[in-house]
T-cell receptor, first 115, second 111 residues
Framework: GAGVSQTPSNKVTEKGKYVELRCDPI?????LYWYRQSLGQGPEFLIY????????DSGLPNDRFFAVRPEGSVSTLKIQRTERGDSAVYLC?????????????FGPGTRLLVL | DAKTTQPPSMDCAEGRAANLPCNHS???????VYWYRQIHSQGPQYIIH???NNETNEMASLIITEDRKSSTLILPHATLRDTAVYYC????????????FGTGTRLTIIP
């Protein structure tokens, strides 16, 4: 079956602009996660959805970052007033129900470059 | 979640067993050891996890010491496609769903 997909694969924007990154999880997976990966570092947790609600948003760095999952499937990560420091690969993952021992399945990521 | 310590890089000859160590001396009794790997320009991929017993699947084996303060991931017959960054992660088996990645071990398989 299809894995986690993310669009766009690459995004170049200018400082101060608004961007939206999309994640399509594996069909039927109720848990969805966003991570951010800077060059040379491991992925860093941003937010976790269980269904439509954000169960843990402790990783969002500031209020410029926001994510939604209105129908419990597709999720959009929104970044306002982008800064050069937001440049990174944004990874999305999903798991069947979010139980602690479930495998998380990752998408290929969106590479964001803020000029 | 407990922190982990891994060597930054390792080499292994193709066809040999690759043994990747991980220290997690502050692991708690309800925490599992997970291994993920990340091939260049891809998202992380789950490999294996365990609590205290050794585990084996089609990809790898996981050896956890009796005191659970360290573990070793074994790729029995490494191929060039196993070149990747390998992450050892310790997390609770319930209630805390996020993965906390360190910087991992960059494993290079030498032809």
């Amino acid at each position: 079956g299809a894995g986690v997909s993310q669009t766009p694969s690459n995004k170049v924007t200018e400082k101060g602009k608004y961007v939206e990154l999309r994640c399509d999880p594996i069909s039927g997976h109720t848990a969805l996660y966003w991570y951010r990966q800077s060059l040379g570092q491991g992925p860093e947790f941003l937010i976790y959805f269980q269904g439509t609600g954000a169960a843990d948003d402790s990783g969002l760095p500031n209020d410029r970052f926001f994510a939604v999952r209105p129908e419990g499937s597709v999720s959009t990560l929104k970044i306002q007033r982008t800064e050069r420091g937001d440049s990174a690969v944004y990874l999305c993952a999903s798991s069947p129900s979010g139980g602690g021992r479930e495998t998380q399945y990752f998408g290929p990521g969106t590479r964001l470059l803020v000029l | 979640d407990a922190k982990t310590t891994q060597p930054p890089s390792m080499d292994c000859a193709e066809g040999r067993a690759a043994n990747l160590p991980c220290n997690h001396s502050t692991i708690s009794g309800n925490e599992y050891v997970y291994w993920y790997r990340q091939i260049h320009s891809q998202g992380p991929q789950y490999i294996i996890h365990g609590l205290k017993n050794n585990e084996t699947n089609e990809m790898a084996s996981l050896i956890i010491t009796e005191d659970r303060k360290s573990s070793t991931l074994i790729l029995p017959h490494a191929t060039l496609r196993d070149t990747a960054v390998y992450y050892c992660i310790v997390k609770r088996g319930f209630g805390n769903e996020k993965l906390t990645f360190g910087t991992g071990t960059r494993l290079t398989i030498i032809p």
